[in-house]
């Protein structure tokens, strides 16, 4: 029994030679994660009246934006690392990227192809909610292959633990005999969190639009925020890392919006003159933006 109760270990699979390819299972499971999360998000969004052919159209700008944005939040948390050589922020391929702001950049260059083609932002967003959750969960389940993101040192007993091997090879360094895995907590809380907005979106009572993409916003802000601290990032102001930060911000937005405002928020619904009937009913009359 005792023995049960420990760090585990086991030897990552850090690349897959293929011929003169070396594929990353990391790698693969972003791209997987994000199709998957895409398929998910379809027969939502046709339920929300936006088309395939929009959510297609609009899903190829968000991964643009996704790896954009993504390897900018990396950089701007890490610029010390690059003021010797500044030619090396393009270097994409030697890794650093922002989960966090792999989101944020997906949502920003979405949502102008969004308003062009009148497609309804916080039905989108809602919409893609769920997907986003299972995104995250594969491309964590990558990180786990890899046994990326090691953190800092955990006691021997930890069950969690990452039991470091020397002559395993893992894709980040392990800095004690037995480290955490910020990876495989973020792994089990967004497996909950996607439950959770799946249940929301089953369910048949009404709420306005935006709320589900508010929620996934509140929770998972916390969840950043809490698996941080035992994450070796580079720290800023009261010794939190950029995505504490980031997280402090966006769950204070989201949170304070399902508890005070509790309405759609009154930009985004550019599809208003289409005839579509509303998803929800709402209480108070909309600020429409033309």
């Known amino acids: ?9 086991y030897d990552p699979i850090v690349h ?27 027969p939502e969004a046709e339920r929300n009246g936006i088309g395939e052919d929009a959510v297609y159209t609009i899903l190829i700008r968000a991964a643009i934006g996704a790896l954009l944005g993504a390897r900018i939040a990396y950089v701007a948390n890490h610029f010390a690392d690059y003021t010797d050589d500044l030619l090396g922020i393009f270097k994409v391929w030697q890794g650093g990227i922002s989960l966090l702001g792999g989101i944020f950049g997906a949502i920003v ?3 102008p192809v969004a308003r062009k083609l009148g497609v309804d932002a916080w039905r989108l967003l809602d919409s ?4 986003i959750a299972l995104g995250i969960l594969i491309g964590r389940t990558g990180d786990l292959i890899v046994a990326d993101h090691l953190g800092k040192p955990a006691a021997a007993d930890f069950v969690l633990g990452y039991k470091c091997v020397p002559r395993y090879a893992t894709a980040s360094p392990c800095i004690a005999d037995v480290v955490h895995q910020p990876h495989l ?23 306005y639009d935006g709320f589900e993409i508010l929620v996934f916003g509140a929770c998972y802000g916390v969840a950043r925020f809490i698996e941080d601290f035992f994450r070796i990032d580079e720290t800023h102001g009261t010794g939190l890392t ?6 402090v911000a966006t769950t204070l937005l989201c949170t304070s919006w399902l508890v005070a405002v509790k309405r759609k928020p009154g930009w985004g619904h550019w599809n208003d003159t289409d005839g579509s009937p509303p998803r929800v009913a709402v209480e108070q009359p909309d600020m429409e933006e033309r």
């Open 1 to 9: 029994m005792q023995g049960l109760l420990a760090a585990f270990t």
């Open 242 to 247: 950029g995505s504490q930060w980031s997280s």
């Open 16 to 42: 897959i030679s293929l011929g003169p390819l070396n594929i990353s299972p990391h790698g693969v499971g972003i791209a997987v994660g994000f199709l998957l999360g895409a398929r998910l998000m379809l």
């Open 185 to 207: 907590y973020d792994l089990f809380f967004v497996t909950i969190l996607l439950f959770l907005l799946l249940l929301l979106r089953r369910s048949t009572r009404p709420r």
């Open 109 to 111: 260059l979405a949502l």
């Open 128 to 131: 893609a909610a769920p997907g």
